[in-house]
């Protein structure tokens, strides 16, 4: 009898991380500050249209090739994947006829979309970051500038850490609310008072409700309950006639003193858990604790062995120190901060200075507004103004630099 031959599965092609790829390229491309496939889209109403094909051959990615080689099915499916662009066309059309479209608001406001990111710790990378604040949007792009120099106090230190960056970055989001999230979770961490002057409010006012609500009621029972006599003469006494007509049955030595207890307009006292040590705790009298065989021996100790790998450490805890600004702040305190420092080198210098106009900036307001740059720039190259700094770098150079009475430290370099 002839045996029947199976019929050879069909084996589905992974294309997975292909389209994972192209969807990152293109939406890096669309939104990037200078995008180099703009010019090939055409405006049509509210949105940009272009042929797919045409401008996957324009990416500067050397996976092309494998862009191309995908059917029309798995390029349609990035549709479910994003919300930055649209792949338009029918499935069964060839890869070839298919468009790409995205709206015009996309192109609008490229700066709202930027954060600022300061203070990152020595072990934080383009990919770690990246991952971490994808918890709040979609990322598109990460400028980290390399470290220039290394100062370690500590001699063990050397050559054990390697540190890739220079302690801060700049992250781009698909949209401005991203960036909203992102400054909300790490405004607690700034060291700007006006960031935490709305929480500050919140509190005040909650305290100031507690106390109010404390204050209508003057005592309560379960706060400072009366103490009740420890030999009442008469044994069926309840404690409803106790506080309503036996006074001489119950101690009020403490309420009739005028001696006022110390919660008096202060909210009252939490009753905070307390742990226990049950090494610490005396063995109770029924049981006899247990004696080493020999007397005057003292037991041997056990050392406890500490685990030789440490315990892995998360994303959220590693970058829990962190600060964040929306990229229009990082601006305006750039500026700020390189005015006060010219300001202080004419002071060392004793020269003759002009005290720039003070100005009031709102450090913490949302990220959707109506950005003051509203022309395309390139912020994730953000030394384009170097003006005022040109000029205290000249200053430092003619004269030799002694010790400032202040201290001028720069978080920009």
Not at 142 to 156: E, G
Not at 354 to 373: C, F, I, L, T
């Amino acid at each position: 009898m002839e045996e029947v031959k199976a019929k050879p599965r069909r084996k589905r092609p992974r294309t997975f991380q292909a389209r994972t790829d192209l969807k990152s390229a293109l939406e890096s491309a669309i939104l990037s500050p200078k995008s180099n496939i703009v010019s090939h889209f055409t405006r049509d109403g509210y949105k940009f249209r272009a042929n797919l094909h045409d401008i996957i051959r324009q990416l500067d990615d050397e996976r092309k090739d494998k862009y191309l080689a995908l059917n029309s099915f798995a390029l349609k499916s990035i549709n479910n994947r994003t919300r930055v662009f649209t792949i338009n066309g029918e499935v069964r059309q060839p890869p070839e006829q298919l468009t790409i479209e995205f709206l015009t608001k996309l192109r609008g406001k490229i700066s709202d979309t930027i954060a600022y990111v300061d203070n990152l710790p020595l072990l934080a990378t383009k990919t770690r970051l990246a991952k971490r604040c994808s918890k709040f949007g979609t990322v598109v792009n990460i400028f980290m500038p390399a470290a220039r120099r290394v100062c370690q106090k500590h001699p063990i230190l050397r050559g054990s850490i390697k540190v890739a960056h220079s302690g801060y970055a700049f992250v781009q989001f698909s949209n401005a609310y991203s960036v909203k999230r992102f400054c909300r979770r790490y405004v607690g961490n700034s060291h700007l008072r006006r960031h935490l002057r709305r929480s500050r409010r919140n509190r005040r006012a909650r305290f100031l409700q507690r106390q109010a609500s404390m204050m209508a009621v003057p005592w309560r029972a379960q706060d400072n309950p009366p103490k009740i006599a420890s030999n009442p003469p008469d044994a069926n006494i309840t404690l409803n006639s106790a506080f309503s007509g036996s006074c001489s049955q119950v101690d009020w030595s403490g309420v009739e003193s005028g001696v006022q207890s110390d919660n008096d307009g202060h909210f009252p006292k939490r009753n905070r858990k307390l742990t226990f040590n049950l090494s610490d705790v005396a063995p109770a009298a029924s049981t006899a604790a247990p004696q080493s065989v020999k007397s005057g021996v003292e037991p041997k100790k056990i050392r406890r062995k500490r685990p030789k790998n440490p315990a892995p450490l998360g994303l959220k805890k590693m970058f829990r120190n962190i600060q964040v600004f929306p990229l229009r702040v990082y601006r305006r305190l750039k500026k700020e901060y390189y005015n006060y420092k010219r300001l202080g080198t004419k002071i060392q210098y004793n020269q003759p200075v002009q005290q720039p106009p003070v100005q009031h900036y709102d450090y913490h307001e949302d990220a959707g507004q109506q950005s003051e740059y509203a022309q395309p720039v390139d912020p994730l190259s953000p030394f384009t103004e170097q003006v005022i700094e040109q000029q205290a770098i000249q200053a430092e150079q003619e004269q030799p630099v002694n010790q400032s009475p202040i201290d001028f430290i720069d978080p920009f370099e």
